[in-house]
């Protein structure tokens, strides 16, 4: 795990290993310092060089994750995570990650990381996640906390800055949430965005702008976008409908009105409900007793209900009336709603009903470019071989069926065969005893 320090960005590196490759065959080290100070000014056209990484998890040290992730303990039954790159993978070892390992769990689970502020800066949250069990219903969401978290604690309704990631459950949840608090209260964002189901590994960004503007990226392609006040309820709104005007009385607003040339047929009133005379009064009846005996009631079959005239266009229809706005006495604009102080914990706070979730390739920079190329680097390099490997493995899955199908159909022929063999010396047996008796 890297954390808490500057990087160089992907394409700067690039740069400065091809330009240093080129002139160090040209001899000196002179000329690679050159070279070095060329790629230095060639990233300085591009934007910053050095992304500042707040987190950055990809488990490639085996088991020691488990002195940096901590488990909570508010109950006794959680699910537990396992190190696994599952069935399929890119790679054996890159592609580790936590993997959820017991079915109809909560899980609860954090790591910790130098505190800091996205105050004036770019705040880019970006992992992996790949649900291999084609999850009918679970969390696949991370949550971002303040440094004051009782880790040992984490639960459901421990408050957090921010929520982002996939949820599905069903045919209906399957969305990607972008939750933010804003003076303790959690603002989903008001857009539909679609997660992906597939079962391969997929990569989940989450980009908040300075300038209050925000973009969710699935696979390093932008899904959503847009700005924060407007997206997310934080505020009341800007403009509000001028409660001193009235609609004038003469504004028609109706699209349709009745026609005034239809009139009611004279046979068209029936009562719903009429006797039934050929009903006949029960021989055992006891008015005394019952009641005196009326007829039942039973549906009109004349009865069509109660008769509406026609819809025609309205002739003076004006539309919608355009209720003038004024400026909300209770709107007052915050530009700090994107800003969160002491961020120091990231975790996984989820419910799952079927396991097998492996999350990976954690990341919290400050630098848009530096994320792209980090998503290139891992989901990007592995997403490929994953899916050929699982290609692979469904193939053989589906040779192995044919070949115990085949297998099966074939030991019912043998016997049936035998059956009808053994059926046909019963028969002559029986022949010979009958021949013999006669």
């Known amino acids: 795990m890297l954390a808490g320090g500057a990087r160089p960005r992907g394409r700067v590196r690039a740069v400065a290993a091809m330009a240093a490759a080129g002139l160090r065959g040209c001899g000196g080290r002179a000329l690679t310092v050159v070279a070095l100070r060329l790629a230095l000014l060639l990233g300085a056209t591009l934007g910053p060089a050095w992304a500042t990484v707040y987190f950055q998890e990809q488990f490639l040290d085996g088991v020691n994750w488990q002195k940096r992730w901590i488990n909570s303990e508010y109950k006794a039954d959680l699910g537990k995570f396992k190190l696994a790159a599952g069935k399929f993978y890119g790679d054996p070892v890159r592609d580790k990650g936590l993997q959820t390992s017991e079915n109809s769990k909560f899980y609860a689970i954090s790591s910790r990381f130098k505190p800091f502020s996205n105050k004036g800066k770019t705040l880019v949250i970006q992992y992996t996640v790949k649900h291999e069990q084609k999850i009918d219903c679970g969390g696949g969401y991370i949550k971002i906390f303040s440094s004051d978290l009782d880790q040992k604690n984490l639960r459901g309704d421990s408050r957090y800055y921010i929520m982002f990631g996939p949820d599905i459950c069903g045919s209906e949840t399957k969305k990607v949430h972008v939750i933010l608090n804003y003076k303790n209260k959690p603002h989903p964002v008001k857009k539909l965005i679609r997660c992906k189901v597939d079962g391969y590994t997929h990569l989940y960004t989450l980009i908040i702008r300075p300038d209050q503007t925000y973009e969710v990226k699935i696979d390093n392609e932008v899904v959503a976008s847009g700005n924060l006040e407007d997206d997310l309820d934080f505020l009341p709104p800007r403009k509000i409908n001028d409660p001193t005007v009235r609609k004038p009385a003469d504004w028609d ?141 469904t193939e053989e899955e589906q040779e192995r069926e044919r070949v115990t199908e085949e297998k099966y159909l074939e030991q019912r022929f043998k016997k049936k065969l035998e059956r009808k063999k053994e059926s046909g010396k019963v028969r002559a047996v029986r022949n010979t005893v009958e021949k013999e008796e006669l």
């Open 253 to 393: 607003d109706r699209i349709q009105i009745d026609d005034p040339n239809d009139i009611k047929p004279e046979d068209w009133d029936e009562p719903e409900y009429i006797m039934d005379t050929s009903a006949e009064k029960p021989e055992g009846w006891d008015d005394a007793a019952n009641g005196e005996w009326h007829y039942p009631m039973v549906k009109n079959p004349l009865y069509r209900g109660e008769w509406k005239p026609r819809q025609i266009d309205n002739p003076n229809y004006r539309g919608v009336w355009p209720h003038p706005q004024i400026d909300n006495p209770n709107y007052s604009p915050d530009s700090s709603i994107y800003s969160y102080e002491n961020i120091s914990i990231i975790g996984l706070d989820i419910w799952q009903v079927r396991a097998g979730t492996i999350f990976d390739n954690f990341l919290i920079t400050d630098d848009e470019v530096y994320a792209e190329d980090f998503g290139d680097e891992t989901w990007g390099e592995t997403k490929g071989p994953e899916k050929e490997m699982n290609i692979k493995q």
